[in-house]
Every structure is written in C-alpha cells, then in structure tokens.
C-alpha cells in the first residue's frame, strides 16, 4: 500500500527534467504569451512556448524544445523535444515529444532574464516547473592581466546530459566565411567564427571589424590577406577605400597590398 | 538636604537617557539583522535541486583550487607520477594545472579522503571530484579526475578545456559535469598605438594599433606539459621525464605552430612581442604623439640597466634582482617565476630562453636570441633586437609561446 503511495505521490509530483537546472539560454519565446497569463488560445493547437540551450557533456550546444497543446476539446500537453541548436523548434512543432505530459490546464508561463517559470494544473492537480539560467554571466570589458578564457566564457561551465539523438557536431572547415562584412563595414550575418575548427583570420578592409575566414594562415605572405596595421596609427582622417590608401594593412617585404574589392591581399 | 535632592533629580534624567539609548540601538539592531538577513534562501525540496545549489555554491572553493591552485599546497606534494616540483618551479605553475588537480583528488596534498566543504542552509557538506575518467596510460594506471577536451563546434569559441564530474559525499548518486577553462595562461594586450623594432635612427619606423582587437599573449612559454597534452589528444608520444614537464617545450618551427593552431592560436609574433614587452610612457594615453621604444622592459634606455652596465663593465657581478629581470649566463636556473613581467604581465621579455617568434615585416629576424646561455654584456640583450632562427630544432632549443585573438 505505502508502494502504491509512494509511486502515486512521484507520479503526481513529477518535476521539470533535472537538466533544466543547468539551461544556458532561454531562446525563441512565444512572442504574444504574457509573463504570468492564462493560455487559452488557440485551443487545440501545438505552440512552442520556448526554447532551453545547454551545453551538453560533449561539449555541443543542444537544445530542448517546450510545446504546448493548447486545452479545447482535447486536454492540454506539455511536450519537450531536443533538436539541434541550430534548428528552429517550429519546425518540429508536430514531431513527437522525447516526453510529454498530458492532462495539462491553467498553464502559464513566467519568463525572466535567469529563470522561466512554468504553473499549471495536471489533472487538477497543481504543479510548477522551473528552468535556472547558469550563473548569470556577462562579457568583461577587456583590461590588462584578463586571461581569453575568462573574457570568452565563466570559469566554470556547467554540463547538461549528452542526448543521445538528434544533435549534430559542426566544426566549420577552413576557408569557410565565418563573418560576414560589408565594404560598408556593416554586419551582414554574425560572426559564426567560434564555431571554427581551427580558428580563424581576418581579411582587413579598413574597417574597424574586417571579413573573417576559418582557418589559421599566415598574414602577409604571398598570395595571403595582407596583415592588420589598423588606422588609428596614422593619427588622422584616411579614406577608407583600399584602392586610394591601403595603409590599414601590411604585407612581407617584395610584397605589395593588392586590393581585390575592399578586401586586402598580399601579391 | 539640597546635596540630596539633586541627586534625586539626576538619577531619573540618567534612567531616561539610558532608556532612550537602549531603545534605539534596539531600533538600530533590528534594521541591521532585517538588512542582513534579507536574502533568505528556501532549502530546496528535492535532492537534485539541493544537489544543483551545493554544486553552484562551491564554484569559489572550486576556483580557488583550480586557478590558485599554488595557495593550496602548503608542503610537499606526495604524487611523483604527477608533479615533481623541484626548487627551480615558480609556484605559476601549478595554477590552471590539471596534475595538481589529479594530484589533489588523490590525496596527494592535503591527504586521504579530499573534499571542499561547503556550508548551506544550515548544513556542512563535502563535495569531491570523480575519478571517472580513462586512466591515461603514460601518465599512470590512476583513472583520471579530468578529462583534457578540444571543443570543436561548441558555438562559444572555447578551444580547449578540462572536464570534471562532481559529486556531493552526503547525496549520493547524483553527478554533475563541469568544463574547466584555462584562465591562467593568457593576457590582454590593450588597444594602443605600438611600435615594432629597435628605436629607429630616424623617423617613427613602423607602427600599428590594436584598436578594435582582442589580443591575448600567454605569459609564459609553452611547456612540455602542455605539448603532453596536445600530443596525448592527437595520437603523440608524450615526454616521460616528469622533471621537465614545466620547462620551454622544444620543437620545430613548423611544430610550434601546429601546436598554436590546434588551440585556435598562433604562434606569437614581433610586432605583438615588441608592444608586449615595450613599456609605453604615458599609460593614460593610447595614441601617443610619439612612440617611443624601450630598449628594455624595466628601463626605456639600456644604459641605465644593469645590461647597459654589464657592457662596460665586463667584471659586472650579477645580483639576485638582475636575474629575476633576466635570466643570463651566470643566473641560476628558473622556471615560472613572474618577478619577469613586462607592463601587461608577459614575462621574460629578455633573457631565459632564446624564443621563436613569426615576424612578417622583417621575415629573417624570427629569433629573440636574448637568453640565458648568452652572457650579460651580449648585444643581443635588447628589445627589438633578433636575429635568424632556420627553425629546425638544435641546442640549447628555442622556446615559443602562441597569442589568440578572440572576435571583440
């Protein structure tokens, strides 16, 4: 009897996966759900209410998916799903869940910078789930004496479980344009270059933040980007056009700067 | 009759004035108890929540061990497998030092049974590491307390960190992995106008800036421990000879910059070691009117430095304070000692160990020959000043050290 009990009550109280607790991000929220409202449309209907990121044990990026299927003639339903960082979880919005949870009402959701809250009623019974951001970290401004590491990432990074499916290892091969920058110097995609396999290089166009590449090649030589001499050198006004003054970049002796587009090279 | 009467008077002003004192610093306790006290912590109602808030709360224990590990040996160290630490190791190196981590979760430090406790929600506990990891063979037959990691791919442009898996002695059952991150090795170049090379005779000679750029220069040469590493994860033979795991790691050119690479690095460059090394004149500004070249880390002219002496005065007796500056002929072997440190905290500048350095404006100068096999009246002991290395290994050796620049 006390078994049945036991098993009950654990059935009853079953709580947020334990990984939860170590989520790096909260991504993709429902853009029209409130902090602490009632979610009551569109019945019938799966929604993706957010994504969790974690780092996994092997050291990728993975991501858990939380939908919900909105009570009307049916019950509501909680399903979580991991997909690949790098999928949107609308995507997989009609994929079975890795689990779910059913005989769900009332549910609302709380959002906050560190932390998402989930409240609802399982057949009528009241439970809360809650997802905890890892130590709230911010980039440091860099000064003298700061290590890479510490400006890069917190000292101590917390691991969610490996899932077993459904993530997919990217390292970006070399020669693969990882930062996207106009001549404009304007962004036109961000920088992917820390998912480099070996790291990356800079091709100067004069701006303060140059196209870059994976890969780790060597400045200067021929046939290579030129190198980086920056602007602020020459303490005046220079126009930032390769052709007119390629002073912003340096290539080895007997070679020159040779500008193809915006972009610097040594030839 | 009057003596009296005045007295009565007085008592009952001190009672009151006692009274009223006493009231306030009442008053005055309790907003500082209910100011104190505010951040009450609730003990979680589940082992795996209670589990994930010792773990969070032992991260400073955790630091200290890790990247101050030098703080936590006080005697000698009883892991011969692991660490021999002789006379000559500056206590740098066990900082962000995997085999002092091995060693410690061994019971090599502080003895049988290690943990770091930790106090929460009215309760010790002992948190302690796992020996979870594959035993690597040369090494020694111990299963491991970390794992070393190239991270590839993991979107936070880490390229390398050490796993650990913790547990808590008093819930047993529950683990928990954790990265490691080398926070010790490297350190930020500020963005500035620099000059490469000796003082010109001249004109400016060349300059650059770092302006928008996130440069890192390790502060130490790159030992044989950490080219262990980098062998044992790319299928290398390592170096069995634990005694020289701290000191330069010798290699080919084209070997140091494989090993750069595989961390997401480059092996270190002139005009990056000249701004390293050269002391600015006016800190507060980073677009100097003029920049002027030191000839020294400790001594913008090198007259005035014991190497300037030296030159003159070829019976010049090395003191205990010139060798920790430089390391020449005649100073006693060190390694990892910091007394070295130029203004952003890269040591031996000159001295210690001949060092390969990539240079693309001068391509043939690709040596700081300054070392310790050169006695103290050299020429060679000179900021700016290098010479011609063919880059194939040979005797004494050419150390290196790599730089990383990390997207602003």
Redesign the interface.
């Known amino acids: 009897m006390m078994v049945i009990i036991l098993f009950f009550t654990q059935l009853v109280m079953a ?1 947020a996966p ?1 990984k939860w ?2 989520a790096m991000s909260i991504v993709e929220r429902h853009e029209f759900y409130g902090n602490s409202e009632l979610i009551t449309k569109p019945k019938d209907s799966w929604q993706v209410l957010f994504g969790l990121t974690f ?1 996994d ?1 092997s ?3 993975s991501k858990d998916c939380i939908y919900y299927r909105v009570p009307g003639d049916e019950p509501g339903r909680i399903k979580i799903r991991a997909v690949p ?1 790098d999928v949107e979880c609308s995507q997989e919005i009609l994929a079975s869940g890795d689990s779910e949870t059913n005989e769900i009402s009332d549910l609302m959701m709380t959002t906050q910078s560190d932390s998402v809250v989930l409240e609802f009623k399982r057949s009528g019974k009241k439970e809360k789930w809650e997802a ?1 951001m890892t ?1 709230d970290w911010n980039r440091p401004e ?18 969610a ?1 490996s899932p077993e499916t459904r993530t997919r ?4 091969k070399d020669s693969v344009l990882c ?1 996207d920058v106009g001549s404009d110097c304007m962004e036109k995609s961000a ?10 290089h800079e091709v100067p166009n004069g701006c ?2 140059g196209p ?1 590449f994976c890969g ?1 090649i ?4 021929k046939g290579m980007p030129a ?7 020459q ?1 005046k006004e220079i126009p930032r056009d390769c052709r007119i003054n390629s002073s912003f970049a ?4 007997g070679l020159s700067v040779n500008c193809e587009g915006d972009r610097a090279y040594c030839r | 009759m009057n003596r009296a009467s005045r007295s009565n008077s007085i008592i009952p002003k001190i009672i009151i004035f006692l009274g009223t004192l006493s009231v306030v610093g009442i008053i005055l306790l309790f907003f500082r108890r209910s100011v104190e006290q505010a951040p009450v912590r609730v003990k979680p109602d ?1 082992d ?2 209670l589990f ?1 808030e010792i ?2 709360a032992s ?1 400073p224990a ?2 200290k061990l ?2 101050d590990g030098h703080s936590m040996v006080k005697g000698p160290v009883r892991c011969k497998e692991e660490l021999i630490l002789e006379k000559k190791i500056g206590r740098a190196y066990l900082d962000c030092q995997p085999h002092l981590w091995q060693c410690f979760w061994q019971g090599g430090v502080t003895g049988d049974s290690p943990s770091l406790k930790v106090d929460l929600f009215g309760q010790s506990y002992h948190v302690v590491a796992n020996s979870s990891f594959p035993a690597i063979p040369s090494y020694s037959e111990y299963p491991r307390f970390y794992e070393m ?1 190239k ?9 390398y ?1 050490y ?1 650990i898996q913790l547990s808590v002695r008093e819930l047993p059952g529950l683990r ?13 170049l ?2 500035r ?2 000059g490469y090379g000796k003082r010109p005779a001249s004109g400016e000679g060349f ?8 440069i ?1 220069v390790d502060r130490f040469y790159v030992t044989n421990q950490m080219v262990n590493e980098w062998k044992i994860l790319t299928q290398g033979s390592i170096n069995p000879d634990r005694s020289v795991w701290p000191l330069p790691a010798i290699l080919s050119l084209t070997e140091q910059k494989e090993y ?3 961390l ?3 092996l270190l460059t002139a005009e990056i070691f000249d701004a390293a090394s050269m002391t600015p004149t006016d800190f507060k500004n980073p ?1 100097p ?1 003029k920049v002027v070249r030191a000839q020294t880390p400790w001594q913008r002219d090198l007259g005035k430095s014991f190497l300037g002496v030296a030159r003159i005065n070829p019976d010049y007796q090395l003191t205990p304070l010139d060798c920790q500056l430089a390391q020449v002929e005649g100073c006693n072997e060190k390694y990892f000692t910091s007394d070295s440190a130029s203004w ?2 890269m040591n031996y500048p000159l001295g210690f160990f001949p060092e390969s350095l ?1 240079n ?4 043939k100068l690709n040596l700081k020959a300054s070392s310790r096999f050169l006695s103290p009246s050299s020429p060679l002991h000179e900021l700016g000043v290098r010479t011609h290395w063919s880059g194939e290994v040979q005797s004494p050796g050419v150390a290196f050290r790599c730089y ?1 620049e ?3």
């Open positions: 709580d334990i607790e170590n780092l044990a050291f990728r990026v960082s905890r130590k860099p000064k003298p004496l700061l290590s890479s590491a510490d400006y890069k990432s917190p000292a101590i990074i917390a691991l479980p290892l990217i390292p970006l930062h920088s992917i270059c820390g998912d480099c396999e070996s790291g990356w303060a933040s870059k780790n060597k400045c200067g030589a190198c980086r001499r920056g602007s602020v050198w303490r340096w290539c080895s002796p | 589940t795996d929540k994930t773990i969070r991260e955790l630091l890790w990247a990691m991270l590839t791919g993991s979107h936070l442009n880490l390229h960190g796993k928990q992995d954790l990265l490691l991150t080398d926070s010790c090795r490297d350190t930020y500020p963005e106008v620099y300059l650059w800036d770092n302006f928008g750029r996130r890192f750069c690479s595989f997401g690095k480059r677009k009117l952003m905290g990539e693309t404006i001068e391509p990383e990390v997207e602003p």
